[in-house]
């Protein structure tokens, strides 16, 4: 099949396999098509990986699509690749991509595993994506998770904070100090503070930056206090 293909594509097929997906050739197209589906050859830990991946982009509702032929031009990236897509930037409408690489910091010679993501931006498509939006509005409110239970516990309630009108913004990591710090040097006029102990009573930490006044309030309560 490897010779019907264009000259490229019969160089690709030899010394890097998956740039064939990535061919915009019209005529290669069907053939293309044809070719075995990376889906159906995941393994035993990247399958449920890419399902939480999937998992946790619908649960806070961010729309996303999935493209078996999705080629980054970098071989050390495993598990997930990402693309960012632009609607009105017409046919050039990526504006970063990237994915995983849990191994590159071993490839360059790191005795510690530095497992991380990474991506590049085109700076041009970034432009005109932000000369299009809106200045952004002031942040209402930083969630500060204590843990990966809180974490997921905090993604959900950010997403609906967020659905009810409210700027939110969630810190990732699990230090406290370090999520004040970042509350701060993002202007945020209050932090709510979700640990396991918050979770299991259903009583919150809320800060205000500017006076430092804490608060326990009810997750009905969160829109109320910061609206007030």
Not at 178 to 203: F, H, P, Q, S, W
């Amino acid at each position: 099949m490897a010779d019907k293909l264009c000259t490229d594509c019969q160089r690709r097929a030899v010394t890097n396999p998956l740039r064939v997906l990535d061919c915009k050739v019209e005529a290669d197209q069907p053939i293309i098509d044809k070719l075995p589906s990376i889906l159906d050859y995941l393994c035993e830990v990247c399958r449920p990986h890419f399902e939480a991946v999937q998992q946790f982009l619908t649960e806070r509702g961010i729309s996303y699509a999935i493209k078996p032929r999705l080629v980054r031009g970098l071989d050390y990236y495993m598990r997930t690749t990402f693309e960012v897509v632009h609607g009105s930037l017409g046919a050039q409408n990526s504006v970063l991509g990237g994915g995983r690489y849990d191994g590159l910091a071993e490839m360059l010679g790191s005795k510690v595993p530095a497992p991380g993501i990474g991506f590049s931006i085109g700076e041009d498509r970034l432009v005109m994506a932000v000369e299009q939006s809106q200045a952004p509005e002031p942040l209402d409110l930083f969630v500060a998770p204590l843990g990966d239970a809180a974490l997921h516990h905090a993604g959900l309630l950010a997403r609906d904070l967020r659905r009810d009108g409210l700027s939110v913004e969630l810190a990732t990591e699990g230090k406290l100090k370090r999520a004040m710090e970042l509350a701060n040097k993002l202007g945020a006029r209050y932090t709510l503070i979700v640990g396991d102990n918050e979770i299991a009573t259903g009583l919150y930490a809320l800060k205000n930056m500017q006076s430092g006044e804490q608060q326990s309030v009810t997750v009905d309560q969160i829109l109320e206090r910061v609206n007030a």
